[in-house]
Nanobody, 123 residues
């Protein structure tokens, strides 16, 4: 599975962005897909994950109620709609794919990673 993230940019606090992650590979629909973010000097942190078949979506507490993750298996694409953005959301955002669904917040459990897209939220 190869992943390509896009949609990052510069936005003012309170604004919105939608990230996309396009995947190659015929078995995309069987993978759980996640989003992580990483700020300079920090560990890569879990943001959200969606199971195969969209049967479950889970979020970090810091983004609940503001971010929505979805997937379109016909387009091999997942999305992260980010609303009410805050300066602390500033980071490089990565999409990732995995099989299985244990330890969903652990970056080590994800097998495939995209290249990352920068999100910058100004105050």
């Amino acid at each position: 599975v190869q992943l390509q993230a896009s949609g990052g940019g510069l936005v003012q606090a309170g604004g919105s962005l939608r990230l996309s992650c396009a995947a190659s590979g015929r078995t995309f629909s069987s993978y759980a897909m996640g989003w992580f973010h990483q700020s300079p000097g920090k560990e890569r942190e879990f943001v959200a994950v969606i199971k195969w078949g969209s049967v479950g979506t889970y979020y970090a507490d810091s983004v609940k109620g503001r971010f929505t993750m979805s997937r379109d298996d016909a387009k091999n694409t997942v999305y992260l709609q980010m609303n009410s953005l805050k300066p602390e959301d500033t980071a490089v955002y990565y999409c990732a794919a995995r099989q299985g669904f244990r330890d969903i917040a652990s970056a080590a459990e994800y097998e495939y990673w995209g290249q990352g897209t920068q999100v910058t939220v100004s105050s």
